[in-house]
């Protein structure tokens, strides 16, 4: 009986420490399977990264320029607008009908520079077409012009006659006034260069090309001239 029991106890044990080692087994491959699956779904996570896709693709349309024109771009760094060849040939040829610099220019104000009474007398080439070069000028405020054309190398002549050429990088002052008038000339050509300018004080030979202006070449006589 004793023997029968102790069989018993042993067979038992025996079998005890198998399931043991058996949920042991199980266990670890549990674990193991657990560690190589991914985190579990976070479904907030989820919907928080496609709301945020659907709204990096929403500010990339809005952000997103509409086509531009084919030209030469002037910089994109400060998004300049891009020049077609046609705009570039329209102010190619406005540079080559309207001249940086006139031929000759001549005015003649009050010490503010306005020209209620004055002269501003200009004549500006015309490269394109020769026959349409005007003496214009603006005389009190009263505007008028005259087609020189091919006379322009004559009136260029007329004016070095005057013997502006002593005038040139000249500046003309009276000090002691506080009021008064303000002139500048200058003629820039082939023939003949000059440039000066005055406060209340005149060169030699002003008299002379007022009245080569007046006499010859048909600009009318301003108040102020008449005021000297």
């Not at 405020?141 to 190398?153: A, D, F, N, V």
């Not at 200058?186 to 006499?215: D, F, M, R």
């Amino acid at each position: 009986m004793d023997e029968n029991t102790e069989k018993k106890k042993n067979h038992r044990k025996h079998y005890r420490n198998r399931n043991k080692d058996k949920a042991k087994r199980d266990r670890s491959e549990e674990q193991k399977k657990h560690d190589g699956q991914t985190r579990p779904y976070d479904r907030s996570r989820s919907e928080k990264n496609e709301r945020s896709e659907k709204a990096e693709k929403h500010n990339r349309h809005k952000r997103q320029e509409p086509p531009k024109k084919q030209g030469i771009k002037a910089d994109t760094r400060d998004k300049a607008e891009i020049a077609t060849e046609e705009d570039l040939e329209e102010i190619s040829s406005r540079s080559k009908r309207e001249p940086a610099e006139p031929v000759f220019e001549f005015t003649w104000g009050d010490a503010w520079g306005l020209y209620g009474t004055g002269y501003h007398v200009v004549i500006k080439d015309n490269e394109e077409n020769k026959d349409k070069v005007y003496l214009s000028w603006s005389v009190d405020l009263k505007y008028g012009e005259m087609r020189i054309s091919q006379k322009l190398q004559e009136f260029l002549d007329d004016i070095k006659a005057c013997g502006v050429q002593s005038w040139d990088g000249q500046r003309y002052t009276r000090p002691g006034i506080i009021n008064g008038d303000t002139w500048y000339f200058k003629v820039n050509s082939l023939s003949i260069k000059a440039e000066a300018q005055g406060t209340n004080e005149y060169p030699a030979e002003w008299k002379q090309l007022l009245n080569c202006l007046h006499e010859k070449w048909g600009v009318p006589i301003s108040k102020r001239e008449q005021w000297e």
